[in-house]
């Protein structure tokens, strides 16, 4: 599986930003395409992720209320909407795709497949 960010950026704190995230290749072999992002000295933390079948999606508490991800089967992209976007979101956002199950599907180790990384940037 091929995945292609898109949609980061610089943005004011309050504001919004929207992340794209196109697969190719064995797309069907996925179980859960999510997103995950590092900060600078960070290690890589979950953010969110939904199920391919089904459309089930699970956030990190950071982020509940404030972001939303959902997908396009018919195109093999998943989105990331972010609102209300704080300091503490500035990361490079990255997507992945892999066959987890429900207990690893917040994790790393859920997934084989990563994009390159798209960077956001929340001024205060």
């Known amino acids: 599986v091929q995945l292609v960010e898109s949609g980061g950026g610089f943005v004011q704190a309050g504001g919004s930003l929207r992340l794209s995230c196109s697969a190719s290749?064995?797309?069907?072999?996925?179980?859960?395409m999510g997103w995950f992002r590092q900060a600078p000295g960070k290690e890589r933390e979950f953010v969110a992720t939904v199920r391919w079948n089904g459309g089930h999606t699970y956030y990190a508490d950071s982020v509940k209320g404030r972001f939303t991800i959902s997908r396009d089967r018919a195109n093999h992209t998943v989105y990331l909407q972010m609102n209300n976007l704080k300091p503490e979101d500035t990361a490079v956002y990255y997507c992945?795709?892999?066959?987890?199950?429900?207990?690893?599907?917040?994790?790393?180790?859920?997934?084989?497949?990563w994009g390159q990384g798209t960077l956001v940037t929340v001024s205060s």
């Open positions: 992945a795709a892999g066959r987890a199950i429900l207990s690893t599907s917040t994790t790393l180790r859920g997934y084989d497949a």
């Open positions: 290749g064995s797309t069907f072999s996925s179980t859960y």
